[in-house]
């Protein structure tokens, strides 16, 4: 599969973005979908997943309440709707694929197919 991601951009603390993955080589809707982010000198952290069906989903701790993670697969797409953006948030942002179809709860560690990523600077 491959995987572009996009929308991100530079912003001040408490701003909102919203990312976007365009995703292409597979049957989209068969697979749960993540999103990752990566520091400066940091190892690449989970944020957040949807279920293949877009039922379930699960937040890392520090962006439950102000992520949304969502998806569209009659377009293929994947979304990170982000509020109340903190410095602490600055990173490059991935979108990511289960390597296995039909699953609602992966585990985080199942992700691949890493696509381009999208900075996201946040400024206080």
């Known amino acids: 599969v491959q995987l572009q991601a996009s929308g991100g951009g530079s912003v001040q603390a408490g701003a909102s973005l919203r990312l976007s993955c365009a995703a292409s080589?597979?049957?989209?809707?068969?697979?749960?979908m993540g999103w990752f982010r990566q520091a400066p000198g940091m190892e690449r952290e989970f944020v957040a997943y949807?279920?293949?069906?877009?039922?379930?989903?699960r937040y890392e701790d520090s962006v439950k309440g102000r992520f949304t993670i969502s998806r569209d697969n009659t377009k293929n797409m994947l979304y990170l709707q982000m509020n109340n953006l903190k410095p602490e948030d600055t990173a490059v942002y991935f979108c990511?694929?289960?390597?296995?179809?039909?699953?609602?709860?992966?585990?985080?560690?199942?992700?691949?197919?890493w696509g381009q990523g999208t900075q996201v600077t946040v400024s206080s």
């Open positions: 949807i279920g293949w069906r877009g039922t379930s989903t």
């Open positions: 990511a694929a289960d390597r296995r179809a039909y699953r609602s709860s992966p585990p985080v560690r199942d992700f691949d197919s």
């Open positions: 080589g597979r049957t989209f809707g068969n697979y749960a």
